[in-house]
């Protein structure tokens, strides 16, 4: 499937804003990641423990997922 002659493909770039709110995101992400892991669980709610560190790890990777990287413009 071959683009149009008249699309043209340009590098995205974040401004400062956008920049903070992921930076922030993620700090707050891991930070949640620590704290979980720092807890004392009791061995009976230790699904409970890896069940959070999945949802927060699998929050992160879609995330980037859906990271511009390029801007295509046409007409």
Do not use: D
């Not at 493909?9 to 804003?17: D, E, V």
């Amino acid at each position: 499937m071959g683009f149009e002659n008249n699309t043209i493909s340009l590098p995205f770039h974040w401004n400062g804003g956008v920049w903070a709110i992921t930076i922030v995101t993620l700090v707050v992400l891991a930070g949640s990641g620590v704290y979980i892991g720092w807890l004392k669980w009791p061995t009976s709610m230790l699904w409970l423990k890896y069940l959070l560190a999945i949802v927060l790890s699998g929050t992160v990777i879609i995330g980037v997922g859906y990271m511009p990287m390029r801007l295509k413009v046409n007409e």
